[in-house]
């Protein structure tokens, strides 16, 4: 009987190395396949490194159906929940199925231009500004209710899960990854007798779209950040934006983990 095949992804860091190195022997030694790399195959995919690196991991390998768990060896490690010291329990609970999967939902956007249509994925957030850090102006739209004209420097919107990340950083709340629902945040917004913005987060039913509908004048001179990536589009004129009903999965070993994380991290 063959055994199940365990993907290990690692940053090039000299910790998260050292960390794979140790992982590769504790899988082998449970009865594990481990691959240095992604084999569609396996039946877990398990990231070292930070945050950063459990998110290049799902996009490059274009989200995946197997469960995901992430080894911290980085600086925040909000979707890495194990610790290097605690690899051989982390195996052991694994091999014993001392876990539980829960499903992270991805933000769908559709971009709109004027000859072509996007489809882009994203697990934190998605943020429209204009190119060169310039003041952008938009319209902003809720299941096709005009909500405002925003002014400043963008728009962002993230999924509870990426609430924790750039989100919070611009001012944004902190929303429990299992509510289904999206936040919309602004950027710097402008906020005088000449521009009237919200200044405030927005958190919007996870079935409602957000559109963002750009002027004209930033058809050519955009900017879209898809979980830190950046695009450009020529004759840009929509982005919707909405909770897909497509997901990946992480495994968690612990009902606290959030909130030990949260506390961790930011206390």
Not at 157 to 172: D, I, L, Q
Not at 182 to 203: C, F, G, W
């Amino acid at each position: 009987m063959s055994r199940p095949i365990i993907n290990i992804l690692s940053n090039a860091n000299f910790e998260s190395k050292k960390t794979a190195s140790t992982l590769h022997k504790e899988l082998s030694n449970n009865g594990f396949e481990p691959f240095n790399g992604f084999n569609k195959n396996a039946k877990l995919t398990i990231c070292i490194g930070g945050d950063g690196s459990f998110i290049k991991a799902v996009h490059k390998n274009d989200f995946p159906e197997m469960p995901f768990v992430g080894i911290n060896t980085g600086h925040l490690g909000f979707y890495q929940e194990i610790k290097p010291d605690e690899i051989e329990k982390f195996v052991l609970d694994y091999k014993n199925e001392n876990y539980k999967i829960n499903d992270i939902k991805l933000i769908r956007s559709d971009i709109y231009t004027k000859n072509k249509t996007y489809k882009m994925y994203s697990i934190n957030e998605v943020v429209l500004k204009a190119a060169h850090s310039k003041t952008i102006h938009m319209n902003v739209f809720i299941d096709r209710n005009h909500v405002e004209k925003f002014s400043g420097d963008g728009i962002l919107v993230c999924t509870p899960s990426g609430s924790t990340a750039y989100n919070m950083s611009s001012g944004g709340a902190i929303i429990y990854p299992s509510i289904h629902v999206l936040q919309m945040t602004p950027i710097s917004p402008v906020s005088s007798s000449a521009y009237r913005s919200l200044t405030k987060s927005v958190v919007v039913p996870g079935s409602h779209t957000i559109s963002l509908v750009i002027e004209k004048r930033y058809k050519d001179s955009n900017l879209l950040l898809v979980d830190g990536s950046e695009y450009f589009f020529n004759n840009l004129h929509r982005v919707n934006v909405r909770l897909s009903n497509k997901v990946i999965k992480k495994l968690s070993f612990s009902n606290n983990s959030y909130w030990d994380n949260l506390k961790d991290k930011f206390l």
